[in-house]
């Protein structure tokens, strides 16, 4: 059974930082993107952030370049979202998330973590 499992939330300054972890199990991971999306109150899930297997590529969004970074271990099956800058509209539940890398739609899901910028 695949999991995964987000934590390091939790609330924080505007312009404070805060790592986000994704530790997955279940299957072996070889071939699958990672990703970070958000949902904040009242909109639709958008995407945050994706690396490849081989975490020589990375992806994204517009609104946290040059502010949030991707990476992996993937001999710990671990993935990270260090997020710095935070600004308020940052404020949502985060998630992990897995897809093959043929596919477009996301595979697995984990259960969330809120993150909470204050002005």
């Known amino acids: 059974q695949v999991q995964l499992v987000e934590s390091g939330g939790g609330l924080v300054q505007a312009g404070g930082s805060l790592r986000l972890s994704c530790a997955a199990s279940?299957?072996?991971?070889?071939?699958?993107?990672m990703g970070w999306l958000r949902q904040a109150p009242g909109k639709e899930r958008e995407f945050v952030a994706a690396?490849?297997?081989?975490?020589?590529?990375?992806y994204y969004a517009d609104s946290v370049k040059g502010r949030f970074t991707i990476s992996r271990d993937n001999a710990k099956n671990l993935v990270y979202l260090q997020m710095n800058s935070l600004k308020p509209e940052d404020t949502a539940v985060y998630y992990c998330?897995?897809?093959?890398?043929?596919?477009?739609?996301?595979?697995?899901w984990g259960q969330g973590t809120q993150v909470t910028v204050s002005s």
């Open positions: 998330a897995a897809r093959l890398v043929t596919r477009r739609f996301y595979d697995y």
């Open positions: 279940g299957r072996t991971f070889s071939g699958y993107v």
């Open positions: 690396i490849t297997w081989s975490g020589d590529t990375t």
